[in-house]
């Protein structure tokens, strides 16, 4: 089934680890997106790409980085995880960056920063 | 500062009646507006979106509308049913800029309906 596939699904990490999440679109989107939900705050936008080679920074993304080597793949990096970036982090996907689209999402990866 | 509000973060309706989810938002440069529904356990799900060149977008028992002068849309279900239930996001872009494209998000209202 095309989709979004975003990994691992669950993870508890000590405070100072570095941890990168994956996200996989076999969907061939040109743009992809990384956001965090947290209770009471929606989703928040934290890195984007809108196309391979290129990213730029959303809302909230202090102690993030990404890549975006290839269509595919666009991995969130946390270099020195801290409790408040316990989290859920959905990775999602559209045609273009430009505007009027809907972005498609994966199910997410709930990671808790002990 | 917010730019997209959903001011009730819960909604409960009676299996039949009518849903109806609002969403107001400050940034007049927004020229799209989308319904996201979203399950426990799982990523959201597109459901609707309207241009700010329309007042009203359906599809099936879903109704989006716009109220451009009122920063205003809502989203209407009608019937309700029992697998409904869930929580609603509204989001909103602009097609300008940098960040052309990514999607603000209301903090989510959570829709009940009961049998």
């Known amino acids: 089934i095309a989709g979004i596939t975003q990994a691992p699904t669950s993870q508890i990490l000590a405070a100072g680890r570095r941890m990168t999440l994956r996200c996989t679109q076999d969907?061939?989107?040109?743009?992809m997106y990384w956001y965090r939900q947290d209770l009471g705050l929606g989703l928040r936008l934290i890195h984007y790409?809108?196309?391979?080679?290129?990213?730029g920074k959303g809302e909230v993304p202090d102690g993030y980085s990404v890549s975006r080597a290839n269509t595919d793949d666009f991995p969130l990096t946390l270099a020195s995880a801290v409790p408040s970036q316990t989290s859920v982090y959905f990775c999602?996907?559209?045609?273009?960056?430009?505007?009027?689209?809907?972005?498609?999402f994966g199910d997410g990866t709930r990671l808790s920063i002990l | 500062d917010q730019q997209v509000k959903q001011n009730s973060p819960s909604l409960s309706v009676q299996e039949g009646r009518i849903s109806i989810l609002n969403c107001d938002y400050t940034?007049?440069?927004?020229?799209?507006f989308l319904w996201y529904k979203k399950y426990p356990a799982e990523g959201p799900t597109f459901l609707i979106s309207?241009?700010?060149?329309?007042d009203k977008n359906e599809d099936g028992r879903f109704t989006v509308f716009l109220n451009k002068s009122a920063k205003h849309l809502s989203l209407h279900i009608v019937p309700s049913q029992p697998g409904d239930s869930a929580v609603y996001f509204c989001?909103?872009?602009?097609?300008?800029?940098?960040?052309?494209?990514?999607?603000?998000f209301g903090k989510g209202t959570k829709l009940s309906v009961k049998p």
């Open positions: 999602a996907s559209s045609e273009t960056g430009v505007g009027n689209q809907p972005q498609h």
């Open positions: 969907m061939r989107h040109n743009a």
């Open positions: 790409s809108n196309t391979a080679g290129t990213t």
């Open positions: 940034n007049s440069m927004f020229d799209y």
């Open positions: 309207i241009s700010s060149i329309k």
């Open positions: 989001a909103a872009s602009h097609n300008y800029g940098g960040s052309q494209g990514n999607l603000i």
